[in-house]
């Protein structure tokens, strides 16, 4: 543990920048690529402190990725036999 206080005190007085409209973007974009879906991307946004009007959400939505209706395969399909058939 830390008997002098002296740094900490000293680092809660240092000025805060606002958080840019930039930085507020780049975080309202990479949220929008980790969500699974509309709602899950509102929540998320909003959780955050981030905008969740109408506006914003359209712009993100093409960001959220597809998950699609076909399962992924990381393997390739069986290919047919070529060997000659019992007869």
Excluded: C
């Amino acid at each position: 543990m830390f008997t002098d206080w002296s740094e900490a005190l000293e680092a809660e007085s240092l000025p805060l920048d606002p958080t840019s409209a930039r930085q507020l973007a780049a975080a309202a974009r990479l949220t929008a690529r980790s969500s699974h879906d509309k709602h899950d991307m509102t929540l998320l946004l909003d959780v955050l402190g981030l905008p969740t009007d109408p506006d914003t959400l359209t712009a993100l939505l093409p960001l959220i990725p597809e998950t699609g209706d076909k399962p992924v395969t990381t393997t390739p399909p069986p290919r047919p036999s070529t060997s000659p058939s019992s007869r």
